[in-house]
């Protein structure tokens, strides 16, 4: 039996090409994540010229992946001109829309740049999103004594309780599948 998508129900791409120009009419009808994908893939090929193009034209989409990567093409400058205040305005913007790990790098530049409170708020506000490693930089702040003892027993718990949110049965039916379908 041929595998077919399970949005469309068309048989499933069986070569490169053929996944890269599904990739590519999905990035001409506006696909954000499409977009992403395909800035990501050049950006790992090293093409950063049409890497950025991609990117901006997803985050122009509304795509917070993309504001997330480009805050990463800016901070270390490949394939634009290195730009600290870019990149923070990116992970500002990917922060401010919920995603966890921009918020977690901004609380890490907070923390670098010497504002240890105003990293933690980001920590926690990237806990509450799921995201586990500012539960080691919260653990950090508390043993430093940044953090209380109730803000961070709290943040552990607005954390467990994101990680819980995202378990179902039918997550982990489709994680086996996706890594099963990975040769």
């Given at each position: ?82 730009d ?25 530049i ?16 990237a ?57």
């Open positions: 039996m041929k595998r077919t998508c399970p949005f469309c129900r068309h048989p499933s791409p069986g070569t490169n090409a053929e996944i890269d120009a599904n990739v590519l009419k999905r990035v001409e009808a506006n696909d954000p994540v499409a977009t992403v994908f395909e800035g990501i893939r050049r950006h790992v090929e090293g093409d950063y010229g049409s890497a950025l193009e991609y990117l901006t034209k997803a985050a122009r989409l509304g795509d917070i992946e993309a504001l997330n990567c480009l805050s990463a093409m800016y901070l270390k400058g490949k394939g634009v001109e290195k600290e205040k870019m990149a923070v305005y990116h992970l500002e913007e990917a922060a401010i829309a919920g995603h966890p790990t921009a918020r977690f790098n901004l609380g890490s907070e923390w670098n740049n010497g504002r240890k409170e105003r990293a933690m708020k980001h920590y926690i506000i806990a509450k999103l799921g995201d586990d490693d500012s539960v080691g930089k919260l653990k950090k702040g508390y043993l430093e004594g940044v953090l209380s003892k109730e803000d961070f027993a709290a943040a552990l718990r607005a954390h467990q309780a994101a990680v819980d949110a995202t378990k179902s049965p039918q997550r982990d039916a489709a994680e086996k599948a996706w890594r099963g379908g990975i040769k």
